[in-house]
């Protein structure tokens, strides 16, 4: 059953909601054109929408190089999180994480730990995030899950929990492995979760240089000195079979996007071409919430229940991406699963669908849910509702 915004508003909020959201003004639907980006596959996502904004090969899969770094960061900041492990919490390193005894790790990004080392989680967690060193991605991996094949379990597994479908993970560091694969898409996914669920982890992302043993590294994601925008991580990636990778996140006002550009042709490329990607989506994009999980969005009738109406609304704050300078000509509508509403309705339980349109096209659905639990009426509540219904139903019947 749908119902149109600015007809059937019934609470002083919903009233107000329509004054926001709804106008009559042409819309001109011409989308932006995306500029030309010199990678095998990118993705450019609105966080907090979840929108993808440009997109070139989004689902092919691809080697994510040093970017497979995200999810053992991941896996850390969730442990810490979990109070499984602290940052104060000392690591002795095993000779698996040291590079002149293993040969895999020849040559490649390094904290240059040596066997019987003591190194506090911070340091290692800083070593991974800032430094890229496989050799911290080891001994942290040992640390928290006993070996690095447990802790590649672990990385898989959040993977398939967060929706990750094209990813899979064979080493904790990233360096080429047969089998290890992930997505423009799954790696702006996965950064979105890392901002959202482990922001404490996170925060490293944005530091610049890191000292260890005397040695000072600088991060070596280098749009964090961009002057022309507010970057905050995320990671760099190579390796020959990968080619130059680099997920990027950036904050303007209250917009944050993330991009990754995924088989660069070189470490400058994947800097210019992710510069030019957040450029373009803070340019001709906004991200804006028409409606707030602390507000109604509507009232609706209740039959048979211990109120006469209910409240309606989002589950969640819904931010929603639009091009800028749209937000007069945003328009919402609501359509209910069934004609009618009836008691007993749970908390949250979704009872329909808002449609947020431009002109005529739906750009964003959200799912509408009940904001307060109603409980079934009284006896004689129940019968009059019964008789009010079989009257209304006979009017519109004869009168309809």
Known sequence: MKRNLAMTMKC?????TVILVTNTHAYASDEPVVPSVDAKAY???????????????????????????????????QAIKAGKITLEDVVIVGKDAWATGNPVLKGS?????KPGDRVKVIDLNRGIVIQSGNDASIALADYVAGSQDVFVSL??????????????????????AEGQFSTARDMAVLSQAM???????????????????????????????????????????YTRGAGHNLVASATEGPMRLISVV???????????????????????????????????FVSEKVWYGDRSDVALGVEKDAAITIPRGQLKNLKASYTLNQTLLE??????????????????????????????????????????????????????????
């Not at 990385?155 to 080429?176: C, E, I, P, R, S």
């Not at 490293?204 to 507010?230: D, S």
């Open 109 to 113: 990004s390094l904290m240059f730990l």
């Open 343 to 400: 008691a007993p309705l749970a908390k949250n339980q979704v009872v329909g669908v808002i449609n947020f349109q431009l002109g005529d096209k739906v750009i964003e659905q959200r799912p509408l849910v009940v904001k307060e639990t109603v409980e079934e009426g009284g006896f004689f509540s129940r019968i009059w509702d019964f008789i009010v219904m079989k009257v209304g139903s006979w009017f519109n019947a004869i009168f309809g």
């Open 262 to 296: 995924l088989g660069a042709p070189s470490d400058r490329v994947r800097f210019a071409e992710s510069e030019k990607l957040l450029s373009w989506g803070f340019r001709f994009y906004e991200t804006v919430t028409p409606i707030k999980v602390s507000e109604p």
């Open 195 to 237: 901002i959202r669920d482990v922001p404490d982890e996170y925060v490293l992302h944005k530091e610049k240089a890191f000292t260890f043993n005397n040695i000072q590294q600088p991060n070596r994601n280098r749009l964090l000195w961009n002057k022309n925008m507010n970057v905050d991580g995320v990671k760099t990636g």
């Open 155 to 176: 990385m898989n597994n959040y993977a398939k929990a967060l929706g990750l479908t094209n990813t899979h993970f064979q080493t904790v560091h990233g360096l080429d």
């Open 43 to 77: 993705v450019l996502m609105d966080y907090d929408s979840g929108k993808i904004l440009a997109s070139h090969h989004p689902d092919e899969r691809l080697d994510p190089a040093s970017l497979t770094k995200i999810m053992t960061s991941y896996v850390v900041g």
């Open 12 to 16: 002083v909020t919903a009233v107000l």
